[in-house]
Nanobody, 126 residues
C-alpha cells in the first residue's frame, strides 16, 4: 500500500529548529517530485518548498527562504525538511506530497501533487 509518513513535528520555541522527515512506502521517492506544504488553523494549504526529481531544482515560498531547506536520502527513501529560525507564524500541520514526474522541475501548487502524507503538527511558541 502506498504511503507517505511524516515525522518530526512537535513544540519548539521561537528561534528553534526542527527536522521533519517523510518516508515513502510502496513508492520510490527519487522518481518523484516532492513538495512540503503546511496548513495553519483556518487557512488554506500552502506550498512551502519543493524539489525536483533529480534534486537539482528547488523552489521556496518567500516566507521560508533562508530558513528552510529540503533534502533527499534516496538510500533511505526519505525526504527531509530542515526548519531553522522558526517563528510563531510557522505553526501549522506540515504535509509532504509526491508526484511521479520525469523532469527536474517542481511546483508549490498543491493541485500538482498526487500522493499525500497524513501530516505532522509543528507548534512554535514560547
Amino acid at each position: 500500500q502506498l504511503q507517505l509518513v511524516e515525522a518530526g513535528g512537535g513544540l519548539v520555541q521561537p528561534g528553534g529548529s526542527l527536522n521533519l522527515s517523510c518516508v515513502g512506502y510502496g513508492i520510490t521517492l527519487e522518481y518523484n517530485v516532492i513538495g512540503w506544504f503546511r496548513q495553519a488553523p483556518g487557512k488554506g494549504r500552502e506550498g512551502v518548498l519543493c524539489m525536483g526529481k533529480t534534486g537539482s531544482f528547488t523552489d521556496y515560498a518567500d516566507s521560508v527562504k533562508g530558513r528552510f531547506t529540503i533534502s533527499r536520502d534516496n538510500a533511505k527513501n526519505t525526504v527531509y525538511l530542515q526548519m531553522n529560525s522558526l517563528k510563531p507564524e510557522d505553526t501549522a500541520v506540515y504535509y509532504c506530497a509526491a508526484r511521479p514526474y520525469l523532469e527536474s522541475s517542481c511546483w508549490l501548487n498543491k493541485n500538482e501533487y498526487v500522493y499525500w502524507g497524513q501530516g505532522t503538527q509543528v507548534t512554535v511558541s514560547s
